[in-house]
């Protein structure tokens, strides 16, 4: 069992936006940064948003991160085929379960 | 470019060990810390510990504590995992990913390796 909870599925159809949202408590997303992951099938994770909403070099501004309280959101513009993948969070976390902590995973399917 | 290169997959008995390597390549080794995060089937990621390539000081997570042992070795710009007391629950992906930010552990996974898979089975 994650200590953050995301949806298990999302999906969307070509051109679309689709949120995947994650939610935590205070101990991590309420008091820390926020980082978003995407895993293509059969590749490594790769660090698609950092402390909250910011966009590594190299990551299109079709990615988009936010956080309110204890909950934070991926958004995806303009999606994709190649969007297709798996989606975590992860964040401090301050408690024992610490000192990070990640969501379930959301699978993003582009219909 | 930042390349980290894992070992093989691994098939081992209950109540042994694994020794998973990771191998840096791109950038200055001893400037960034190196995590090692684990993924069961049909779970999330679970962080098992870093390493501080220079000092080689380590931090485990308490989950791993007594059963986890995280080394380097600075010639080969390599470090290692060693879960050791394996069970079947062990069974995952094991991947170890670099932290973004010089010399200090900020859990901001900018690099991963391919991933390792460790089968655990009588």
């Known amino acids: 069992q994650s200590v953050l909870t995301q949806p298990p599925s999302a999906s969307g159809a070509p051109g679309q936006r689709v949120t995947i949202s994650c939610s935590g408590s205070?101990?991590?997303?309420?008091?820390?940064?926020v980082f978003w992951y995407q895993r293509l099938p059969g590749t490594a994770p790769k660090l698609l948003i950092s402390?909250?909403?910011e966009r590594p070099s190299g990551v299109p501004d079709r990615f988009s991160g936010s956080k309110s309280g204890t909950s934070a959101s991926l958004a995806i513009s303009g999606l994709r085929s190649e969007d297709e993948a798996d989606y975590y969070c992860a964040a401090r976390d301050d408690s024992l379960s610490g000192p990070v902590v990640f969501g379930g995973g959301t699978k993003l399917t582009v219909l | 470019q930042v390349q980290l290169v894992q070992s093989g997959a691994e098939v081992k008995k209950p109540g042994a060990s694994v020794k998973v390597s990771c191998k840096a390549s791109?950038?200055?080794?001893?400037?960034?810390?190196l995590h090692w995060v684990r993924q069961a089937p049909g779970q999330g990621p679970e962080w098992m510990g870093w390493?501080?390539?220079?000092?080689?000081?380590?931090k485990y997570a308490r989950n791993f504590q007594d059963r986890v042992t995280m080394t380097r070795d600075t010639s080969i710009s390599t470090v290692y995992m060693e879960l050791r007391r394996l069970r079947s629950d062990d069974t995952a992906v094991y991947y170890c990913?670099?932290?973004?930010?010089?010399?200090?552990?900020?859990?901001?996974?900018?690099?991963w390796g391919q991933g390792t898979l460790v089968i655990v089975s009588s």
């Open positions: 791109g950038y200055t080794f001893s400037g960034y810390y």
């Open positions: 402390y909250n909403d």
């Open positions: 390493i501080n390539p220079e000092s080689g000081g380590t």
């Open positions: 205070s101990s991590n997303i309420g008091s820390n940064y």
């Open positions: 990913a670099r932290d973004a930010v010089y010399q200090l552990p900020d859990f901001n996974f900018d690099s």
